[in-house]
Each structure stands twice: as structure tokens, then as C-alpha cells.
């Protein structure tokens, strides 16, 4: 059996020894390469929101970016456009469509590991 992807390569990295790291106010992005991927280790703290801390960044009125993700520590509520809310909690994947904004609950910080969204996030 075929897989649609595959790796050729046997690597590992820790996001701690970022290839790049994005630092708009509240949020810490550090992304690493590994092969054909790029994994993001996203921290939003506490008071963060896209709207706040990222829309100055990007210009756009709302997050433009597909993300999939799983969720380290931490809580963020997401709102579609559409009105849809969902909240995230620590253990959770997810998958969110362009068009949403989102914002972190509580005083703790939202960590999340990112598969889809790492490579351009944040970044104007």
C-alpha cells in the first residue's frame, strides 16, 4: 500500500532551536523545518487576540489562514465569520477555515502545535 505522503528523511528538531521565530505582541510563533513540513509551536497569552495582535500584522479583517492544530495547554475561543463559536481546550485537535477571529480564555497561556498555517503566520 502506497501512502499519499512520505518522508525520506529521519530528522527531529526541538521548537526551542527555531529555524525562525514571529513575535507580534502576545504571541510567540516558532517555526521549524523538517524535510517537505513546517510545524509551528504557536503561544498566545493571556489577554491575546487576533484582532489585537495579529491583524495589524496581516491587514485583513479577519484571519485569511486554514489551520490544523493540537492543542498543548491552554483555551482560545474562535469565531467564524458566519457567528460560529467554538472553544479549544488543551488536548483537543482542530481544524479552523479562513475567516474567523479567535482569542485566548482565562490566564493561562494557549499553546498549540500547528501542521497547516505554521509557514505563513503572523507575517505581513
Not at 496581516?58 to 484571519?63: A, I, L, N
Not at 490544523?68 to 474562535?78: I, L
Request: a negative charge; aromatic letters at 10%.
Amino acid at each position: 500500500m502506497t501512502s499519499p505522503m512520505s518522508v525520506s528523511n529521519f530528522q527531529n528538531q526541538s521548537h526551542s532551536s527555531a529555524d525562525e521565530v514571529r513575535n507580534p505582541e502576545k504571541t510567540l510563533v516558532e517555526i521549524v523545518r523538517l524535510e517537505d513540513f513546517t510545524f509551528g509551536r504557536f503561544k498566545f497569552e493571556p489577554g491575546w487576540s487576533w484582532s489585537n495582535c495579529i491583524k495589524p500584522v496581516v491587514g485583513t479583517e479577519s484571519c485569511q489562514a486554514s489551520h490544523a492544530g493540537y492543542c498543548v495547554s491552554g483555551s482560545m475561543t474562535v469565531r467564524m465569520d458566519d457567528g460560529t463559536q467554538k472553544t479549544i481546550v488543551a488536548g483537543e485537535s482542530y481544524t479552523i477555515p479562513p475567516g474567523h477571529n479567535a482569542w485566548v480564555d482565562g490566564d493561562e497561556d494557549f499553546v498549540g502545535i500547528e501542521v497547516m498555517s505554521a509557514e505563513h503566520y503572523a507575517k505581513s
